[in-house]
């Protein structure tokens, strides 16, 4: 047999399947109403702070103990993928996941509420990692590609029309149709599931409980410290240095018990894989740099604007078509164009739209806004294809899920940190402008000594409001722009970390990538 006629009968998928293209939506559906859910519910938490008698700080916990369900729970996708079957913890997750959404739903007050809350997490955690491991155990090798740019158009598209369907759900229905709209969905996917996929095979291990345990609390503590340290002003609590000291404590033992123990919850082989390590670090900044964005945009287009909810959403929807146009480009440019070049190109893209986002100003239409967004996109798309062939392409089949569950976990960590992040800096450079603009309001640059305003009445204390919401307006606006130049920076600062990547195999149609391995 020809090297050729070897690597054609070698290209095969891991698990042949009936009906394809029907399993590919049900199982990109299920993972896009996880993905959804993790920003859906944003916009009606006002709505939900009413209805279910809650304060504007204790409210949070419905979005905190939803991420923390899924962080704690990732790290066993591989595990319980390899003694179940990905087969029956898909369908047992989906399930979890449908149920406590209806139950999120029906919650009557905030206590109910975040337990259902770290059920759907608990439920979620899986659906993400398992759906990118049975899209590429159902597609040939060459076909792999085109299957990641399906899979990244749902991880990277979710969390942009997330708000948007959360803010239309809230205002022309009621909050609790965030949840219940997963219900009928849900049961639809877990038909599809039920009757078209297989039972891939299972392979006996034992679980790494200590392990399991200090990943738990390392990306749990990482995550309160980010939720909760704007609440109590950072490192001027004892509680954020508790944090802080747990997550570095849990970190550091994690990874001498992953090179030491005989059986690690995560493979030393996958931490082995330069290209695989690599391809953590790059997820974690573009989950950064993405949903920095995204939690900026509304905000700003909000505030400084007066745009509303559902307007925002729309604006933002050509970042989503951006990615959709790329995306579905990246798997046959890819053939041809070195995939680490891709990576960079479009991280230089990213870094370009933020430049321009730095000369944004107060008085500016929604026209830069759309266009800016659309370039962004198209850069996004460039990055996530590409770096799933540089994480992947060296990774045995057995480790996909694994790997999988590392990515994305990854990639939520690089959301929380640049969320967190953005928020401070914007919170400080508010203080900071306000204080310098004001310092340069004196009669020499004003019609009139602004202090002599209160000897008007009240109509000089309308001139003083108005004065100081001019002043707010344009410190705020500044703050966003410091956000911008500092996530343009991350993106800049990243690429030099692509030359220790190895060239990745370039998927040809009809050869397997293993037989082009040299």
Same mark, same amino acid.
Not at 278 to 307: D, E, S
Not at 439 to 455: F, H, I, R, V, Y
Not at 480 to 503: G, R, S, T
């Given at each position: ?67 923390? =369900?899924?962080?704690?729970? &990732?790290?066993?996708? $591989? ?6 079957? @990905?087969?029956? #913890? !898909? /369908? ?111 392979? =006996?291990?034992?679980?790494? &409980?200590?392990?399991? $345990? ?6 749990? @503590?990482?995550? #309160? !410290? /980010? ?111 070195? =995939? ?179």
């Amino acid at each position: 047999m020809t090297p050729a006629d070897k690597a054609h009968a070698e290209d095969r998928p891991q698990l042949v399947v009936r009906h394809k293209a029907i399993l590919t939506i049900a199982i990109m559906t299920a993972m896009v109403m996880q993905v959804l859910d993790t920003t859906v519910a944003n916009v009606a938490l006002p709505r939900m702070q009413s209805s279910l008698g809650a304060t504007q700080e204790s409210i949070s916990w419905v979005l905190t103990s939803y991420i923390l =369900a899924t962080a704690v729970m &990732i790290p066993l996708a $591989g595990w319980l993928s390899s003694r179940f079957g @990905t087969r029956n #913890l !898909l /369908l047992v997750s989906l399930v979890m996941f449908v149920g406590a959404s209806a139950l999120c739903g029906l919650a009557a007050n905030l206590t109910s509420m975040v337990l259902f809350r770290v059920a759907q997490g608990v439920g979620g955690a899986f659906l993400a990692p398992l759906a990118q491991t049975i899209m590429l155990d159902i597609n040939k090798p060459s076909d792999q590609a085109k299957a990641m740019s399906i899979y990244g158009m749902g991880i990277m598209v979710g969390p942009i029309i997330g708000p948007m369907l959360g803010g239309y759900l809230t205002e022309n229905l009621d909050w609790r149709w965030v949840f219940f709209i997963n219900v009928p969905i849900g049961v639809a996917c877990i038909s599809t599931l039920w009757f078209l996929l297989p039972h891939p095979p299972r392979i =006996a291990r034992r679980i790494d &409980i200590w392990g399991w $345990g200090l990943a738990a609390v390392a990306v749990s @503590t990482l995550q #309160l !410290l /980010l939720d909760r340290g704007q609440t109590v002003d950072w490192f001027s609590a004892t509680e954020s240095w508790i944090y802080l000291g747990l997550t570095i404590s849990a970190f550091w033992m994690l990874g001498v018990h992953t090179f030491t123990s005989r059986n690690p919850i995560f493979s030393r082989d996958l931490l082995k894989d330069r290209n695989f390590v690599a391809g953590m670090f790059f997820m974690l900044i573009t989950g950064l740099v993405m949903m920095a964005v995204m939690a900026l945009l509304p905000l700003m287009m909000q505030t400084i604007y007066g745009y509303p909810v559902i307007d925002s959403g729309e604006i933002m929807a050509s970042r989503g078509i951006g990615m959709l146009i790329t995306m579905a480009l990246a798997g046959r440019i890819i053939r041809r164009v070195d =995939a680490r070049m891709l990576v960079a190109f479009g991280f230089m893209i990213v870094a370009f739209t933020l430049w321009e986002m730095t000369g944004w100003t107060v008085e500016m239409g929604a026209g830069p806004i759309i266009r800016t967004g659309f370039i962004q996109g198209l850069g996004m798309g460039f990055i996530f294809l590409p770096l799933n062939v540089i994480s992947f392409t060296t990774l045995p089949p057995i480790l996909r899920t694994e790997a999988s569950a590392l990515i994305n976990l990854s990639r939520n960590i690089g959301s929380s940190v640049g969320i967190a992040a953005v928020t401070v800096l914007l919170a400080r450079s508010v203080q900071i402008n306000h204080s310098d603009l004001s310092e340069k309001l004196t009669p020499a640059n004003l019609p009139m000594d602004p202090s002599q305003l209160g000897a008007y009445g009240r109509l000089g204390d309308v001139g003083i409001t108005m004065l100081d919401n001019i002043v707010n307006q344009q410190a705020i606006m500044i703050a966003y722009i410091n956000d911008f130049k500092f996530m343009m920076i991350v993106c800049l600062l990243a690429l030099p970390a692509l030359f220790l990547v190895q060239k990745p195999q370039r998927p040809r149609e009809g050869e397997h990538v293993e037989a082009m391995m040299e």
